[in-house]
Nanobody, 122 residues
Framework: QVQLVESGGGLVQPGGSLRVSCAAS????????MGWYRQPPGKERELVARISRSGVTQYTDSVKGRFTISRDNAKNTVSLQMNNLEREDTAVYYC????????????????WGQGTLVTVSS
C-alpha cells in the first residue's frame, strides 16, 4: 500500500521542542520533494517546509529560524525539528511527497500522510 506514515506529534509547552518524522512505504521508490504541511484548527492547510532530493530547503516565514527540515534519501524519510514552539504552531502536520509509486505508472504524483497532531499549550 502506497503511504507516508508520520510519527512524533504530541503536546508540548510554549518554547519547547518537538520532532515529527515521516517514512515512505516500500511502494514509493523515487521521491523528488518531501515536505511538511500543517492545518491549524479552522484554517486551511499551508506549507511549512520542504526539501528537494539534493537538500535545498524552503520554509514559510513564520517558522524560519525555529524549524529545520531534513531527509534521508536512502531510507526515504523526512523529519521536521521544531524548536521554540508557539501556540500558533498548533495544527495537524501532514507529510507530503512528490513521488513515483508502484501505482503511478511512471508518473510523479503527490502522496500524503494521514497527519499527526501537534498541540502547543501550557
Amino acid at each position: 500500500q502506497v503511504q507516508l506514515v508520520e510519527s512524533g506529534g504530541g503536546l508540548v509547552q510554549p518554547g519547547g521542542s518537538l520532532r515529527v518524522s515521516c517514512a515512505a512505504s516500500r511502494d514509493i521508490f523515487s521521491i523528488n520533494y518531501m515536505g511538511w504541511y500543517r492545518q491549524p484548527p479552522g484554517k486551511e492547510r499551508e506549507l511549512v517546509a520542504r526539501i528537494s532530493r539534493s537538500g535545498v530547503t524552503q520554509y514559510t516565514d513564520s517558522v524560519k529560524g525555529r524549524f529545520t527540515i531534513s531527509r534521508d534519501n536512502a531510507k526515504n524519510t523526512v523529519s521536521l525539528q521544531m524548536n521554540n514552539l508557539e501556540r500558533e504552531d498548533t495544527a495537524v502536520y501532514y507529510c507530503n511527497a512528490d513521488a513515483m509509486t508502484s501505482q503511478s505508472m511512471g508518473v510523479y504524483v503527490e502522496v500524503w500522510g494521514q497527519g499527526t497532531l501537534v498541540t502547543v499549550s501550557s
